[in-house]
Nanobody, 115 residues
Framework: QVQLVESGGGLVQPGGSLRLSCAAS????????MAWYRQAPGKQRELVAA???????NYADSVKDRFTISRDNGKNTVYLQMNSLKPEDTAVYYC?????????WGQGTQVTVSS
């Protein structure tokens, strides 16, 4: 089993920045890809950014050049640096991890972008 705990969400003004963290615990030695998803009210959950164990990344077009995903394999933690935040980035952000045929979700952290 893998447990994922997100942190770092909050309220920020448009144009501001936040850094989300997701710490994995449990059976973590063979976690492969990790990713951040988000779900806004009334919308489907969508992929924001993903990173392989080796560090290859991909991003949703809506966040390219504003968000950066990274990971520290030694700390079993994945990060999402979010800059130039917009009101449309408001959502609950979820961490996801893949381990073999299994995948795991965190409980989510709320990000609200508002003046």
């Amino acid at each position: 089993q893998v447990q994922l705990v997100e942190s770092g969400g909050g309220l920020v003004q448009p144009g501001g920045s936040l850094r989300l963290s997701c710490a994995a615990s449990g059976v973590v030695f063979d976690i492969n890809d990790m990713a951040w998803y988000r779900q806004a009210p009334g919308k489907q959950r969508e992929l924001v950014a993903a990173i392989t164990r080796g560090g290859s990344t991909n991003y949703a077009d809506s966040v390219k050049d504003r968000f950066t995903i990274s990971r520290d394999n030694g700390k079993n933690t994945v990060y999402l640096q979010m800059n130039s935040l917009k009101p449309e980035d408001t959502a609950v952000y979820y961490c996801k991890a893949w381990r073999g045929p299994f995948n795991y979700w965190g409980q989510g952290t709320q990000v609200t972008v508002s003046s």
